[in-house]
């Protein structure tokens, strides 16, 4: 078989997730709407919407599973590598590898919108674990600041020793 060809089990039905629909989670201070995930795209990816409210992010950390891409839609996001910091408004697309240490916040007085892509998928499970299932579409996370789910490490993600860089 060569790349492009299909057995009717690897075949999946279009996933659709209009807005305000798909299953919302909080963890680590943050909003997640998850858009797509393993189950729907052969565990090649998981799309999430995430919400940020102002002051709060992920701290530096590594991934060794995923490539996670990142794509902001509203609002602004403050992206930091070992390089130093990246400032991100809506349009601005990074990807982080592999490897690469990374951490972002929302350093503004406004919330702030990114879409997050993970490959390959799993990570949803780190959400799904940590996190809580919100039913309202009104509620909000509990506030958590840059904290990093506890059990990230079971997921391949590393937490790093030291804070994001004062403001």
């Keep these: 078989m060569n790349n492009h060809e299909t057995t009717a089990t690897d075949v999946q039905l279009p996933t659709v997730c209009a807005p305000g629909e798909g299953l919302r989670v909080a963890s ?8 797509a995930t393993g189950a729907e795209t052969n565990d090649k990816y998981s799309l999430f919407e995430a919400t940020l409210r102002p002051w709060e992010g992920s701290p530096f950390h ?12 509203d609002g602004e996001v403050a992206f930091y590598t070992e390089s130093g910091r990246i400032p991100a408004g809506p349009g601005t697309f990074i990807n982080a590898s592999i490897g690469v240490i990374r ?21 949803e499970g780190m959400f799904l674990e940590d996190g809580t299932i919100l039913t309202d579409p009104t509620q909000e996370a509990p506030r958590g600041g840059t904290e ?20």
């Design 28 to 35: 680590g201070g943050m909003v997640y709407r998850f858009l």
């Design 62 to 73: 590594v991934h060794s599973r995923e490539e996670e891409a990142f794509f902001v839609l």
């Design 103 to 123: 951490g972002f916040r929302n350093e503004t007085d406004r919330n702030a919108r990114m879409l997050i892509l993970v490959a390959p998928s799993g990570l």
């Design 148 to 167: 990093c789910p506890v059990i990230a490490g079971q997921y391949g993600i590393e937490v790093m020793p030291y804070d994001l860089p004062p403001v």
